[in-house]
């Protein structure tokens, strides 16, 4: 089992900056990826943003250039540095891990964390 622990949510202005970490515990050599989803007001969620062991990297359209996710040298931490922040970025934000990378992607999600919210305020 893998735990995932969000922090850095809060509330922020329109155009500012925040930036989220996920801290994962237990079993981290069964990931391979991690990543960042996102839910509005809807059922739906949403992938922002993933990174795999080795470094690589992909974006949602609606974040690319003005997100960034990174990973620790351990990799076992992720962030989200989020930039230019829009009144649709306002969301609750997951932490996910898995154990593929494939096709540029993180494509099976195992483990969640429990999110944090993002709101941006005008």
């Known amino acids: 089992q893998v735990q995932l622990a969000e922090s850095g949510g809060g509330s922020v202005q329109i155009g500012g900056s925040l930036t989220l970490s996920c801290a994962a515990s237990g079993n981290i050599f069964s990931i391979n990826a991690m990543g960042w989803y996102r839910q509005t007001s809807g059922p739906q969620r949403e992938l922002v943003a993933g990174?795999?062991?080795?470094?690589?990297?992909n974006y949602a359209d609606s974040v690319k250039g003005r997100f960034t996710i990174s990973r620790d040298n351990a990799g076992n931490t992720v962030h989200l540095q989020m930039n230019d922040l829009k009144p649709e970025d306002t969301a609750v934000y997951y932490c996910?891990?898995?154990?593929?990378?494939?096709?540029?992607?993180?494509?099976?999600?195992?483990?969640w964390g429990k999110g944090v919210l993002v709101t941006v305020e005008s």
């Open positions: 990174i795999s062991s080795g470094g690589s990297t």
């Open positions: 996910v891990a898995g154990p593929y990378w494939r096709f540029g992607a993180l494509t099976d999600v195992n483990y």
